[in-house]
Structures are given as structure tokens and as C-alpha cells.
């Protein structure tokens, strides 16, 4: 039973820690644009606010990734849609909100669970090469093919101080 709680616990906080990073920092930065622009008086009221509210739910998917790891590639596609957005409603936060965005959203899109028998598997895998690699003693004897088809080469090689004479 403790094991179980305690793999269920590791599932829950599993997450991509990189790609939502990336991902509200790219939100950071595309809200920051429009907002540099309005307090400097380049743009109107309503240019601004679309960028805000874009830069606002970049940075509110990165937000819900961490609290619900499991929606995460869904969070990571409208991420990745929304920075694409931004280039038209903030200028993409001077270009590099929307390419950490753009990545950040790639990297939680592709990201998924890890298989339920991963570790078990890892583990006997890395055990039987190594138990392998302890009791090789001639390459011939691990991979007898490979000693076959030497030995057929090997006849039909041709010896060329015979043909010389």
C-alpha cells in the first residue's frame, strides 16, 4: 500500500519543469511588451490589452501545467498557440516571448508519463549487461554468428603469394 501511495505521489509531481518555465517566462515577456508600450504612449489602450490578455494566458497555462501535470501537452498546445498569437497582439514580446513560448509549449507537448515498469526494467537491463560484460572472456564465444561468418570469410579470401606463382 505505501508503495502505491508513494508511486501515485511520484506521478503527481512528475511535470516538464523546463518547458513550463519556459512557458511563463515567455508569458512574462509578452505581457512586458505591451505594457512598455502603453506607459510609453506608442500604442492605444486596446493594443495593449490584447497583449496583455495573451501574455496573461501564456502565463496561465504554464501555471495550470504545474497544478495538474496530467493536462499538461494540453496546456503545452494552447501555450504554443497563443505565442504564436502574440506576434500579432504584442509583437511576440519583442520576438523572445514568443520563441521561449514556442519552445516551452513544444516541451510540455511532447513530454508524457513515464511507463509503469520503467525503473524495474532499467534496472534488469543494466544488470544483465554488466553481469554480460563481467563474464566475457573472447568476443567469439558471446557472438558465435559473428565467428561463423569469419570463418567462411576467412575461406574465401584469396592468397595472393599463390597466384603470384
Not at 48 to 68: D, E, H, K, P, Y
Not at 112 to 124: F, I, S
Amino acid at each position: 500500500m505505501a508503495d502505491e501511495t508513494t508511486r501515485n505521489l511520484q506521478k503527481k509531481t512528475r511535470r516538464p519543469k523546463l518547458g513550463l518555465s519556459l512557458l511563463a517566462l515567455g508569458g512574462l515577456f509578452i505581457i512586458w511588451m505591451p505594457l512598455i508600450l502603453y506607459l510609453r504612449e506608442f500604442a492605444h489602450f486596446s493594443m495593449a490589452f490584447g497583449g496583455v490578455v495573451i501574455g496573461l494566458i501564456v502565463l496561465g497555462c504554464a501555471v495550470l501545467g504545474w497544478i495538474f501535470p496530467e493536462r499538461v501537452q494540453i496546456f503545452g498546445a494552447v501555450g504554443i498557440v497563443f505565442s504564436i498569437l502574440s506576434l500579432m497582439g504584442a509583437f511576440g514580446g519583442m520576438i523572445i516571448g514568443m520563441n521561449l513560448g514556442l519552445v516551452g509549449g513544444c516541451l510540455c507537448l511532447a513530454w508524457g508519463p513515464k511507463p509503469q515498469h520503467y525503473d524495474e526494467r532499467e534496472k534488469k537491463t543494466r544488470f544483465s549487461l554488466r553481469e554480460r560484460l563481467s563474464r566475457t572472456k573472447s568476443t567469439h564465444e558471446n557472438f558465435p554468428a559473428r565467428e561463423s561468418t569469419r570463418k567462411t570469410r576467412a575461406s574465401h579470401r584469396i592468397d595472393w603469394e599463390d597466384i603470384g606463382t
